[in-house]
T-cell receptor, first 114, second 115 residues
Framework: DAGITQSPRYKITETGRQVTLMCHQT?????MFWYRQDLGHGLRLIYY???????DKGEVPDGYVVSRSKTENFPLTLESATRSQTSVYFC?????????????FGPGTRLTVT | AQSVTQLDSQVPVFEEAPVELRCNYS??????LFWYVQYPNQGLQLLLK??????LVKGINGFEAEFNKSQTSFHLRKPSVHISDTAEYFC?????????????FGQGTILTVHP
């Protein structure tokens, strides 16, 4: 299917466990992003990537790790999950064409850390 | 640094009434501005965007927004809302240049349309 997909859509994990959220896009967009959405905070950028093997921190990167070995995939790993990481996570991508930075969003992953 | 402030966290309105969702921004450089909508349990989808040119921008579902550089605002309007417009709305900006396509989002405004 064309577009941007995330998996799993729902995940419950325990404190201290490692969990990986997957993101896949079919447009060959250069830029990809991970956000978390929490009530009262809107969307906050966790990490972003400008191309394969190029990643950088966003506003709230602590406790998260990303990689991007292929253009189409951008997994987000919580190395040791904490309750404060309970959130809805969104992946997004954009071509980054000058003057058009519209981002396309995946459906989200609802993560609960118990 | 850039920031986006959505002035209302919740806006209740009756069906067929007009609505305005307010968004102010702060940036030291020229910006590109966006409004996104999020329906319950879904991702965000683009309503409209301002890149350059006409300051009145029309989007999907009858929404429009006006870019006001002097007031650093980008308010979203619809002349007559429908029940199906109930959703959360986010204003966002991109600072262009070397921002790598990053968006800075406001906190969101929940629009509730009552019958």
């Amino acid at each position: 299917d064309a577009g941007i997909t995330q998996s799993p859509r729902y995940k419950i994990t325990e404190t201290g466990r490692q969990v990986t959220l997957m993101c896949h896009q079919t447009w060959s967009h250069s830029y990809m992003f991970w956000y978390r959405q929490d009530l009262g905070h809107g969307l906050r950028l966790i990490y972003y990537s400008a191309a394969a093997d190029i990643t950088d921190k966003g506003e709230v990167p602590d406790g998260y790790v990303v990689s991007r070995s292929k253009t189409e995939n951008f997994p987000l790993t919580l190395e040791s999950a904490t309750r404060s990481q309970t959130s809805v996570y969104f992946c997004a991508s954009t071509s980054g064409t000058p003057f058009n930075y519209e981002q396309y969003f995946g459906p989200g992953t609802r993560l609960t850390v118990t | 640094a850039q920031s986006v402030t959505q002035l209302d966290s919740q806006v209740p309105v009756f069906e067929e009434a007009p609505v305005e969702l307010r968004c102010n921004y702060s940036s030291s450089v020229s910006v590109y501005l966006f409004w996104y909508v999020q329906y319950p349990n879904q991702g965000l989808q683009l309503l409209l965007k301002y890149l350059s040119g006409s300051t009145l921008v029309k989007g999907i579902n009858g929404f429009e927004a006006e870019f006001n550089k002097s007031q650093t605002s980008f308010h979203l309007r619809k002349p007559s809302v429908h029940i199906s417009d109930t959703a959360e709305y986010f204003c966002a900006l991109n600072a262009g240049g070397t921002s790598y396509g990053k968006l800075t989002f406001g906190q969101g405004t929940i629009l509730t349309v009552h019958p």
